[in-house]
């Protein structure tokens, strides 16, 4: 089993945008018909992670999410495990390969 779609509304989205692609991934705008604007990053193994503006659903709560990342794409982080806080308290630990 893997994980095809993660889903994270936040009433920061800039801010969420900013963190999650210091980390190193690649997220772009998108919209779907009339819903709302959007970021979306396609990860290894074809997962998609979304960052979707909390207005038509709550806020997602607490939530604590790994995440693996090559040293040349996170941005010059030391390799090890960071653990970080998104800009909405949710917990992201970052494993950064060699």
Same mark, same amino acid.
């Given at each position: 089993m893997t994980i095809?779609?993660?889903v994270i509304y936040t009433t920061r989205l800039e801010a969420c945008r900013d963190f999650y692609a210091g980390l190193g991934l690649d997220l772009v705008p998108e919209?779907?018909?009339n819903g709302?604007?959007?970021y %979306? =990053?396609?990860l290894a193994g074809g997962g998609?992670?979304?960052l979707y503006p909390a207005t038509r659903r709550p806020e997602t709560g607490y939530?604590?999410?790994g995440l693996t990342a090559p040293a040349r794409g996170s941005l010059a982080r %030391? =390799?090890?495990r960071h653990d970080l806080t998104d800009p909405?308290?949710?917990t992201v630990v970052l494993t950064v390969t060699e």
């Open positions: 095809d779609l993660l919209r779907h018909g709302p604007d959007h %979306a =990053a396609i998609v992670l979304e939530l604590r999410l %030391a =390799a090890g909405d308290g949710r």
